[in-house]
């Protein structure tokens, strides 16, 4: 009995959801189409890489420093083996550009939702509560928004390395690297959060919510968060593309992951080298992966956006 | 320190319509800045490389790195203790007053003075003693046959010049007013004259017209500017926004060769480049390996030695530049031997094997530290040993970092703190005693030497040795003592050389220099058309 | 109003001086500055005595002390590379990223503002499409690989342009500038453009949500329904709401041009206060760093307080926050 209303019920929001406005306009904008399917290949690609990658470019011992710098396999020099070629230590491009992105989307994605939990969470608790912690929540947001990304990801990456034992550095070293460019970004959220959380905070729900006795907490999470979620997930899809660039930025100036087990940007930042040697495969390709990564990440929030805000229907 | 009002006429040929520079003007690019024009503000080759053009020392190495005499005549070594310096007559600094003894006597003076950088030099001489106005006898503590060799990098200042700005000491880089007037104005005795100063921005020579001897180049006007990123210098050189820029990228040889105008220009540099592993501690900083240090074990270094492929790396990270060395020193090297550097062939199955005798057969893991803007594609010579060892079961983990965090990591203020590594070398003396003495020796003795021996690497009879070659005086029985300290450190397998980089320039084909194995420009030779 | 001024002032204060520590607590971290001001044959002796007149043995706050006292006059110390007073190096390179940043927030605004007005007007046509996403591919990239691509094919390939540095300058008294030569205009070219892109694409995207939300108030509507023409509504009525923020935005973002040149300008060594901060890091020229740091702190610090007076004066609704929501 329960299992046939589950499925009904399923079936019903199924129903919903291709009934609703966002799959329309989803299903009306091509681009949109495209960029959710390249998204999507692009984290199926990297979940499976060990499946998928022809080598295990991070495995030392497989590679052979006398491969170094073949051409793509349609070149003359070019073998079949490789067939984006290799880069100067003899790595297979197309698996490093696949282990590569796995690093760069793992570093973008957690950032993400650090700064998206940090954020929401400070916008929430600013908001609904107001006075003394607001304006000092804000003012903190304020300084930091004032200075780059990347600015304060380097001092921050600089701080966690000081304040960690050095044995640890290299284990932890990605993980600084998402810590870093996540507490940079929260300030977008927290800012949003807090602007939405003040106007519904007025609204009657929530009134009266308050006057028959409902907890705080159960308020907040239960009657505001909901309400915000629509701007938070725009936010984050666009910062999604900038955590990963700005992780390629960190690595060109010398704060990245190590060599040997390289994200995309830090294989477009060793590849650089060899721009002008004309073995531009080296940095061309992972450039490529780059932009149609980002493109479509951005694509998809540009979508949400419009779709998500009812005034432009 | 007011601020200098230019309008700096340089870097006019920009694009193909503009006008051409005019052809003795020679425009140049290198990786960093000349830190100072302080004579005796850093040791440093580059700096003093840079300075050479402006101030002149009591000898010099010509075009062919002879030595030959510069401020002085001639010098005779007249007591076992004391090197008589018969000094050049009617030279003047830029400024026009006399070059004299006293200026000779005041430099060395100087070269001891707090801020000085130079005070190894300083330590070499006792006290000097003027003859006459253009005599001069240096004292040393001991006899020192190489001591003008090792004077070549000392540069005399005028003694009025230094004390009508208050700059009788060297710059010190703590500050204060004294000293500074040295920092950023020069005022020497060489073919060429400062003429203008931006540091780290740009830096403008110009002709000594009345300079002592014949400068054997063209150029009137020389303007020095550093370009950090390697693209942006390469790009430099060939858009020919550059005469001549250093180091290119080894991998961008065949760009220079396919563009029009300009050309790589290689030669074998002094600098050998060689793996160093901790044969000192008890057990290695960062090893899986607890309780013992693998590194103690001969064969574990003979292991190492044959698992990388020096040949591998010369073709495909150094493009074909690098020379395969077996020694410490480059051929260019006073007490090189060439019948030493021969190296034990590449051997993986050896090595395997090796390793399981000494109790290894998986291997073991260790850090190795690299530095990645210090060498020639130090980075990747690391990440290429790095593979190579993981094919004998050695898992290196590998930490490159900036020049900046690599030393303060391994060097003696930290304690040497590192279980393999990779370092470069060059004799500043173009002497083994150099590194016989830095690299090799016992560290923490009371003879203070083997300072960089990061390592820890010992056989006492190399500190013997080391302090009988600084005062021997027949060559022949010192050579003998060289190859002796060589063969002890070649058969323990004390650092595992690599090879020699090559000196990477590129120089625009309207120019014609002389490249020096210490990767020094000298502006005396160069001749553009 | 002068409270809340006063008040400002105060935080502003702590802001710069919580900057300054942690900056100061990095540098530590950064590496050992003595190597790079001594040579290989320098004695270890010699060394710790280096390390000790710097005095860089002493006690942390001891340090931080040291330097805040001396900031707080104006004074921070002297350069251990260059060997000169770093205010004395950080007046020579300012003008160069001052002109740099202005040429490049000019060349976002004039392009910028344009192509959002006119992608939202025209919300789904094919060139607005285009607009859309090409911009993006501009921000897709980073920037280091962006001025490497121009200089490989402006520089080296057509030679048009100069691959480095700023060309002619001509000193108008600590002034420098490179308005003034041809070489000098021609040299801005590639670092301005590189530098702008980020911020011409957050410009286009934020005029044209601020547009999008400004066309469907109210008052738009009422100046259609009297009949105004449709171009009069868009750019007398629409676009100047729409100015507002934006310009809010972009003096905002003026600060970030300046740090974000920190990229452009070691890509084209453009002799600015970035690449000095770049090299110092390299050299870890402390002096220099915190220096550096500390300015960029308090020219951030002085935008922010001089908008929100602005705001205070002329618009107490903090309408900054929806813009930036909806700009990102």
Known sequence: MSIISKTQILKANYQRFIDSDIWYSFKKSPITVVSAAVTFLFFFVTIFAPFIAPHDPFDLASIDLMDASLPPAWFLDGETRFLLGTDDQGRDILSTIIYGSRISLFVGFVSVIFSLILGVGLGLISGYVGGRLDAFIMRVADVQLSFPAILIALLIDGLARSLLPRELHDEVALYVLVFAIGISGWVQYARTVRGQTLVEKGKEYVQAARVIGIRQWTILLRHILPNVTGPVLVIATIHLAIAIITEATLSFLGVGVPPTTPSLGTLIRVGNDFLFSGEWWITIFPGIALVLLVLAVNLLGDWLRDALNPKLR | MKLRITAFAAMAAIGLAAAPAKAETFKWAFQGDVQTMDPHGLFETMTLGFQRNIYEGLVIRNEKMEMVGALAESYKNIEPTVWRFNLRKGVKFHDGSDFEADDVAFSVKRLSSEGSDMKVVANLIKATKIIDNHTIDIITAAPNPILPLQLEIFYIMDKQWAEKHKAVEATNVKGGDEGNYANLNANGTGPFKLKSRQSGVKTELEINSNYWGKVKGNIKKAVFTPIAQDATRVAALISGNVDMAYPVPVQDWKRLDDAKGVMPLAGPEARTIFLGFDQLRDELLYSNIKGKNPFKDLRVRQAFIKAIGVEAIKKKVMRGASVPAGLLVAPQINGYSAA?????????????????????????????????????????????????????????????????????????????????????????????????????????????????????????????????????????????????????????????????????????????????????????????? | ?????????????????????????????????????????????????????????????????????????????????????????????????????????????????????????????????????????????????????????????????????????????????????????????????????????????????????????????????????????????????????????????????????????????????????????GEVDIPVMAAYLVLIAFFFVVINMVVDILYFVVDPRLRIDKALANGQ
């Open chain 2, 340 to 529: 030493l550097n021969d190296r034990p062939s590449y051997d993986p199955k050896a090595a395997k094997k090796l390793l399981a005798d000494a109790g290894y057969p998986n291997g073991f893991e260790v850090t190795m530290d690299c530095p990645n803007d210090r060498y020639v594609n130090d980075e990747r010579i690391c990440q290429a040993a790095a593979s190579m060892l993981a094919k004998i079961g050695v898992k290196v983990t590998l930490l490159a970092q900036t020049k900046s965090k690599y030393f303060g990591k391994v060097l003696a203020q930290n304690n040497y703190d590192t279980s393999f590594f990779l370092l470069g070398w060059t004799p500043s003396t173009f002497d083994s005693h150099n590194p016989i003495s830095a690299l090799m020796a016992c560290r923490g003795g009371a003879d203070k030497l083997g300072a960089f021996n990061l390592g820890g690497y010992c056989n006492p009879r190399i500190n013997e040795l080391a302090a009988l070659i600084q005062s021997e005086t027949n060559q022949t029985k010192r050579q003998s003592m060289i190859d002796e300290a060589f063969k002890i450190h070649k058969d323990e397998v004390g650092h595992i050389p690599l090879h020699q980089q090559p000196l990477s320039w590129g120089v625009s084909e309207k120019v014609k220099l002389v490249q020096r194995p210490d990767n020094v420009l000298d502006l005396r030779y160069i001749n553009k058309n």
């Open chain 3, 1 to 281: 109003m002068f409270t809340f001024i006063l008040k400002r002032l105060l935080q502003s204060v702590v802001v710069m001086l919580t900057v300054a520590l942690i900056a100061f607590s990095l540098f530590r971290y950064v590496g050992d500055p003595i190597n790079n001001m001594v040579g290989q044959d320098t004695s270890l002796e010699e060394r710790a005595e280096l390390r000790e007149r710097l005095g860089l043995n002493d006690p942390f706050f001891l340090q931080f002390y040291r330097f805040a006292a001396d900031a707080s006059v104006g004074e921070f110390g002297f350069s251990y590379q260059h060997r000169r007073p770093v205010k004395e190096l950080i007046a020579e390179r300012l003008p160069a990223t001052l002109e740099l940043a202005l040429v490049s927030a000019i060349l976002a605004l004039a392009i910028g503002i344009p192509m959002g007005v006119y992608t939202a007007l025209r919300r789904n046509g094919f060139l607005s499409r285009t607009f859309m996403t090409i911009s993006l591919i501009g921000v897709s990239l980073p920037t280091f690989l962006i001025g490497i691509l121009l200089i490989l094919l402006f520089g080296v390939i057509l030679r048009w342009l100069p691959t480095f540095g700023r060309g002619d300058i001509i000193e108008i008294g600590w002034w420098s500038t490179g308005f003034l030569t041809a070489s000098g205009l021609k040299s801005l070219i590639m670092p301005s453009i590189t530098l702008a892109l980020f911020q011409m694409t957050l410009i286009m995207r934020l005029v044209r949500a601020e547009m999008l939300e400004v066309l469907r108030a109210d008052f738009v509507k009422f100046a259609r329904a009297r009949g105004l023409p449709t171009r009069s509504v868009h750019f007398r009525h629409a676009l100047k709401n729409t100015l507002v923020p934006v310009i809010t935005i972009t003096g905002l973002q003026l600060g970030s041009i300046i740090a974000f040149a920190i990229i452009t300008e070691s890509v084209f060594q453009w002799p600015g206060m970035g690449l000095l901060f770049i090299q110092a890091i």
